[in-house]
């Protein structure tokens, strides 16, 4: 006996879609029937990947997206709804950090993190979920009512790691955030959880594992690796399911055992 998720007829709204972790969150929703809307700064990436999708079937649109900036998040997703229907499904994935210790971290460091993380993470999944609400009480069209918020925390939300304190700050405020949403939310039928990815090798970090640093750091994780973005997908399909409607609040790690 096989069991699949299924998303057809779900639009799917991926944050950070133009590399790493957000492009493939958008592939593997995608493969499960759902429409993609691919939102990031870098739209010509955006665009060499909705052609990707398309040739393989799916069905993706892409639209601009700084989460930093509260009227392009009200406009990509006004834009997002207009060209492809009712946000079903929040990847909330935009994310940064800066390599650095503690004294030496400038207000323009921490705002860079907590903008983006933080804060960005928060006003997106607002904007989404007051779409999602409206449609529960009847206000909006739609014919789905609910959805699924995944918030992309970290396994450094839940462990502090050295010269990353504060993007293991904005994380962990990004776990609890998905607990207020959750708390919040719930009645109206939409879940909110977390996915805490530990170490994944992506095009950002790639050069890092080669070098002794990286070496040294893959030494100390429980099976001596990294992961791969794929690793994530299972995780991220049970979040988005229609059938995970008693998954809420939850803060599920993808770590390899690192935060064990």
């Given at each position: ?10 639009v799917?709204?991926v ?156 994380k ?48 100390l ?5 990294v ?34």
């Amino acid at each position: 006996m096989s069991y699949r998720i299924d998303l057809s007829g779900r639009v799917a709204f991926v944050t950070g879609a133009s590399s790493g972790l957000g492009a493939q969150f958008a592939r593997t929703l995608s493969a499960a029937g759902a429409g993609v809307v691919l939102a990031a700064r870098r739209v010509e990436r955006l665009k060499t990947l909705r052609a990707e999708l398309e040739s393989l079937g799916g069905d993706a649109h892409v639209v601009g997206l700084d989460v930093t900036d509260p009227e392009s998040i009200k406009a990509a997703v006004a834009h997002a709804e207009t060209e492809m229907g009712t946000i079903d499904i929040l990847v909330n994935n935009s994310g940064v950090s800066t390599t650095q210790k503690l004294v030496d971290v400038t207000p323009d460091d921490f705002d860079y993190v907590m903008d983006t993380n933080t804060r960005g993470a928060f006003f997106v999944a607002q904007e989404v979920a007051k779409r999602m609400i409206a449609r529960s009480r009847g206000a909006a069209p739609g014919t789905f009512t609910g959805g699924r918020i995944v918030n992309v925390a970290s396994m450094a939300g839940l462990r502090v790691l050295s010269q990353i304190g504060v993007y293991c700050m904005s994380k962990a405020a990004v776990v609890h955030m998905t607990k207020a949403m959750a708390l919040e939310w719930g009645k109206f039928g939409i879940n909110v959880n977390a996915l805490c990815p530990g170490y994944i090798d992506t095009e950002i970090n790639h050069h890092h594992w080669q070098t002794e640093a990286g070496q040294k750091l893959i030494s100390l994780l429980p099976r001596k690796r990294v992961g791969e973005p794929k690793d994530l997908d299972a995780a991220l399909m049970m979040l988005c399911a229609n059938e995970s409607h008693f998954i809420n609040g939850a803060v599920l790690s993808a770590d390899d055992g690192f935060g064990a």
